[in-house]
């Protein structure tokens, strides 16, 4: 890979490689735009075949959050760090304690988040050593885990895909199918079922499914059957990449909306859902319910949940702005996503540049 021909296609700011013998750290910060604030983004654990792989994911999980930030008003900037290695046999306070001394060192350039393989323990060790961590757990004086507001903002989403392709954004009686009961999943069910939905999910783990059926009377499927289940909407709620080859002509929903990231494994795959008529809610608006939050917390406002949460409900309009411009224009809905969330930096670029030549053109 030629390193500074991809950072230069997609205007990356900047890449810090941190090492540390002492712990082990091996880890990667990639700012890629801060634009519209300080970059923002988790920190994820991953034994990474190759350190190309650590790269490449970083790279593109922090062009995702700046896209994130931008399509949902958020005023931070798009970051992610990787650390390689294994979260349950190498993690250790002294290796997050030395990766906490590189972010701190960024002067608040990039904060920190929970990702894959990171907790809200580990913010709270971050928190040790550097100021510029979001998801610090209450008693370390945080906001906590993010994963209620992103499951709030992902049930917005999927009313608004709702409304496209029904009329209506009324949940009551429509059929939602949940692939993932994690975090963020568990709490989509709960919020679909108090508003009268039924559900169908799955899970490669028994417990969040044995959960959902007897406490919200949900029907359970294997994790690959999931696909084939005729519903109002599909909810990728775990891993990527599973609107895909294999996956595209099995879908029986009107609508697809969840909480996993890069639920398209490829953007063409955005196009063969309209052309198979599945309304497609864009996954990094849908799941910036959590970002909201972290943004609130980075910014010392106090957490008042309700708040948060009228904000983190605005998801729902502006999902719907998004499948209106893809209408409009006759493009998917991530393409239309893209589009206004380039438009948002487009206009902040050009705002911050006249302020700074009125700036340095007004005498001292
Ligand atoms: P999680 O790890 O808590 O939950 C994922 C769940 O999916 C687990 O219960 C796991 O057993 C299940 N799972 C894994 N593979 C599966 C499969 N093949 N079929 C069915 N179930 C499977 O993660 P989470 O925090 O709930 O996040 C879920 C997704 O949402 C992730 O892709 C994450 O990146 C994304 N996301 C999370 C947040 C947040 O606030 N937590 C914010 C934005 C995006």
Redesign the pocket.
């Known amino acids: 890979m030629d390193l500074f021909d991809r950072l230069d296609e997609h205007d990356y700011e900047k890449i810090v490689f941190c090492n540390d013998g002492a712990s082990g750290l091996r880890g990667i910060i990639a700012i890629h735009d801060t634009t519209l604030g300080p970059a923002l983004g988790?920190l994820r654990m991953f034994p990474y075949e190759t350190e190309e792989d650590a790269l490449v994911d970083v790279l593109r999980l922090a062009r995702g959050m700046t896209y994130k930030a931008a399509i949902s008003g958020v005023n931070l900037g798009g970051g992610k760090s990787v650390i390689i290695g294994g979260s349950r046999s190498e993690k250790s306070d002294s290796l997050l304690e030395a990766m906490g001394r590189f972010i701190e060192a960024m002067g608040g350039e990039y904060i920190a988040g929970?990702?894959?393989g990171t907790g809200s323990h580990d913010m709270a060790v971050l928190r040790g050593v550097t100021r510029h961590v979001s998801c610090v757990p209450h008693h370390a004086g945080g906001a906590g885990?993010?994963?209620?507001?992103?499951?709030y903002g992902v049930t917005c989403g999927i009313r608004a895909v709702l409304e496209a392709v029904t009329g209506s954004d009324d949940l009551a009686g429509r059929h939602v199918a949940i692939?993932?009961?994690?975090?963020?999943?568990?709490f989509v069910a709960r919020y679909c079922h108090e508003e009268g939905a039924r559900l169908t999910v799955?899970?490669?783990?028994e417990e969040?499914v044995r959960r959902a059926r007897e406490e919200l009377g949900a029907a359970a499927v294997a994790?690959?059957a999931?696909y084939d289940v005729e519903c109002d909407i599909f909810s990728?709620?775990?891993?990527?990449a599973?609107v895909n080859d294999r996956t595209l002509e099995r879908f029986r929903c009107a609508g697809i909306a969840?909480?996993?990231?890069?639920v398209l494994a490829e953007s063409r795959h955005g196009a063969a859902l309209m052309k198979r008529g599945i309304a497609y809610g864009p996954?990094y608006l849908v799941?910036?319910?959590?970002?909201i939050?972290c943004q609130e917390e980075v910014l010392g406002a106090p957490t008042d949940d309700a708040r948060i949460f009228e904000k983190v409900s605005q998801i729902q309009s502006q999902t719907r702005s998004v499948i209106r411009v893809a209408e409009e224009l006759g493009i998917g809905t991530e393409e239309a996503a893209n589009r206004m969330a380039e438009e948002r930096l487009h206009e902040a670029r050009r705002v911050g540049k006249a302020w700074n030549t009125l700036r340095n053109a007004r005498p001292a």
């Open positions: 988790g929970q990702d894959i885990d993010p994963s209620h507001a992103t499951a692939q993932g009961l994690g975090h963020v999943g568990a799955c899970d490669i783990v969040p994790p690959d999931i990728p709620c775990s891993v990527g599973i969840g909480a996993a990231n890069n996954d799941n910036s319910g959590g970002l939050r």
